[in-house]
């Protein structure tokens, strides 16, 4: 495990040479205390998963697998149109960089010339209750 610089307040980044899922990762950190604005990034990924419980793994070298540690103030209703918004982002990105045919597959895929090359899972801390208070705790986090 090492910590790297560089990043924005809030955002810290994490790189773990191997983890089983970044989302649970993410999770147990959360759990622990870790602020909101970790990025938990492992050069591989086990067992990760993705919508309806789909396996996705990273090997070390073949793919770029983090989570991000958020804790947003808008109610968990509209929390997964994150994951689109999250697909939409990265589209743009591959697009200023000059890699086109980038579509955003409903809900969470991101294909270039029709093949995937993301997926962006959204969820929530265990035990989540959700209040209208701006000091509850909200874990969500984004792979992939």
Not at 12 to 38: K, P, Y
Not at 61 to 89: D, H, M, N, V, Y
Not at 111 to 138: P, T, Y
Request: aromatic share 6%; net charge positive.
């Amino acid at each position: 495990m090492r910590a790297a610089g560089g990043f924005p307040d809030p955002f810290r980044l994490l790189i773990r040479e191997s983890v089983q899922s970044t989302n649970d990762e993410v999770r147990s950190l959360a759990e622990m205390g870790a602020a909101e604005g970790l990025v938990l990034l492992a050069e591989k990924q086990t067992a990760g998963r993705g919508r309806r419980g789909a396996v996705w793994f990273s090997p070390a070298g073949e793919s770029l697998a983090f989570s991000i540690l958020l804790r947003p103030p808008e109610p968990k209703s509209l929390w997964p149109r994150l994951a689109l918004a999250t697909g939409l982002a990265l589209a743009e990105a591959f697009e200023s960089i000059q890699i086109h045919n980038v579509k955003v597959k409903w809900p969470n895929d991101v294909l270039i010339r029709g093949k995937k090359v993301a997926g962006v899972l959204v969820e929530n801390g265990k035990g989540f209750r959700h209040h209208r208070h701006r000091d509850q705790r909200h874990d969500l986090g984004f792979s992939r």
